[in-house]
C-alpha cells in the first residue's frame, strides 16, 4: 500500500511517481495503468497531481513504482 500523507490528498499536492522495475511479462491492465500513469520505459518519473483516481492507479502498481513528494 502506497503510504502517501493525509496532508498531501487534502492540498491535492503534486507527486512524483517514478517507474523502479520493467512492464516486462506483467498483466495486461498494470501495463496500462502505467501508460495513464505517463511511465513508459524504467526509471521514467511523472509529476502528477495526488487525486483519488491516480492514488488508485497507483495503488495497483506499487509494487513497480517509486512514490515521493514533489
Same mark, same amino acid.
Given at each position: 500500500?502506497?503510504?502517501?500523507?493525509?496532508?498531501?490528498? #487534502?492540498? *491535492?499536492?503534486?507527486i512524483?511517481?517514478?517507474?523502479?522495475?520493467?512492464? %516486462?511479462?506483467?498483466?495486461? +491492465?498494470?501495463?496500462?495503468t502505467?501508460?495513464?500513469?505517463?511511465? #513508459?520505459? *524504467?526509471?521514467?518519473?511523472?509529476?502528477?497531481?495526488?487525486?483519488?483516481? %491516480?492514488?488508485?492507479?497507483? +495503488?495497483?502498481?506499487?509494487?513497480?513504482?517509486?512514490?515521493?513528494?514533489?
Open positions: 500500500m502506497v503510504n502517501i500523507a493525509p496532508e498531501i490528498f #487534502n492540498n *491535492m499536492a503534486k512524483k511517481v517514478t517507474q523502479v522495475k520493467s512492464a %516486462i511479462d506483467r498483466p495486461e +491492465r498494470q501495463k496500462l502505467l501508460k495513464a500513469l505517463g511511465l #513508459n520505459k *524504467m526509471h521514467a518519473t511523472r509529476e502528477v497531481e495526488a487525486t483519488p483516481q %491516480i492514488l488508485g492507479m497507483i +495503488r495497483k502498481v506499487t509494487h513497480l513504482v517509486k512514490v515521493e513528494e514533489a
